[in-house]
């Protein structure tokens, strides 16, 4: 952050309300404010997706994941955080000059965390976390786009996490620090950046061999057991509500295909790694279910605005999809 | 199995024995699979084998029609959103804007292929042996198009890195508008001649003919 000097940044440090003195001396009433799973281990967070929100854009998305937690009143501080992403798609346009000759799609994956995203405050300049996350979102999207149906032509997917999951609670954080830095929110980062992705894909009309989708498992050591060394597997883990995670993985999975395009794990997964993957792509199905119904309700929209002729705006339904699980 | 009226990319719409995959479609594994999302069309196919005795009926054609896109060119202009996405493809019929003339070619940007408007312009040069069937030996570029000129056209190659090849070489092809050189809007008088309204002076073109 120190090498930006074209802008005019914003002094290092939080984003959001700070930490008052006593929260952090008073360990009992710190405890208190400990989110908590608070769904069973195969449920889903619920999701909300918006397909055509940008009108210069051929396409683009808006997911989010709403904090499943409830705000308590004793503090200013959400006890978890959202997951808020944009994606926009520009082209399929004519490659610029310099660029050699190309028989089939180009793409490219912009990965930009808002300097506001998370907890502690993001430079304008992408760091080595966003390059990798636009890496890992490339190797996904590649899978599933026909690039030969597009000679000659680049597609960018421009994708700007507004919030992001982080890597633990707070309150550990001004602790002991123990889930600082330990990237566990990046996975399920990279899952809504997939997930939305395609979305925004489809929107834009890029031939593709099915949607790719992207989920989240992971093993955390269980609070209510006795023993220390007792693990769970839970589908979409908000890491905030866990107090150790042992291992996760996200996918991008191909539902129909039974593919999966993209693999991120992390952690000591232990014997069986198949089992996790299972989950994650469990986990990929259920927000799949989300793609399809708003898929399939703009796609409704924007054919009968085409007969109707004079409903220019694109009109939803606003109903919920109710989120069941996977497994 | 019945088709469904819409389709997300990844749905199964039939096998290959039964239909034959058209556009916003793919084959994977001897299925036909849906590419992009839209209504789903099955149109029976128009060429009936020549072999009249043969039983050999042709299966229908499967395809997802793409929405429609808005014909206005978006609010900040060309090249601002608005317009659809589609790809200049060898026989699509083309509008060009002229922008350049050199010795051996004049370079374009494509700016409406099919009657569609293009989302950005795509670069086209016309080579001087391409703007006319007969005497090619014969053919200047200056007397053919200046800077400016609206022309129709027929994508001949993808070309090279650069451009997309274009060519005005029958009867309906060739300028549609073009400016006189006091900036008025010219009208077409013969297949190589454009004149201007009020002072009458005569301009050489390749001029496409009306419909």
Redesign the interface.
Known sequence: MNTDRRRNNAPNGGTSAPVFARTIRDSEYLEKLRPSRSRGPNELRRIFLQTSIIPSASGSAYLEIPSSSSATSSTLIPPTSCLKITASIQGPKPLPRSAPFSPSLLLTTTVKFAPFATRSRRGYIRDSAERDLGVHLETALRGVIIGERWPKSGVEVVVTILEGDEDGWWGDSASEGSAAGSGWGLLNVLAGCITVASAAITDAGIDCVDMVCGGVAAITRNPESRHEKELVRILDPCPAEHKEVVAACVVGYLASRDEITEIWMKGDVGADPDALIEGATHAAMGSLAVVKEVLLEALEAKFHGQTEGNDAGLKRKAHDVEMTGGA | MALPS?A?????LGHTDKYLPGP?T?I?ESQI?A?????VFSSPSSQSSSKGTSKSKLAPLISIT???TSTDP???GTN??GGG?I?PTVSSTVLARITRLGPRFASCEILVINNEVC??A??GQIRREDIRATEKDKIRIEESFRVGDLVRGTVIS?G???NYYVATDSNELGVVMARSGEGRLMFPVSWREFRDPVSGVAEPRKAAKPF
Do not use: C, K, V, W
């Open positions: 819409t997300l990319p990844g749905q199964l916003g793919h994977h699979y590419s992009i999302a839209g209504p793409r929405p429609p978006g609010i900040l601002s959103g996405t790809l989302r950005e795509f670069q993808l090279d890195s650069g």
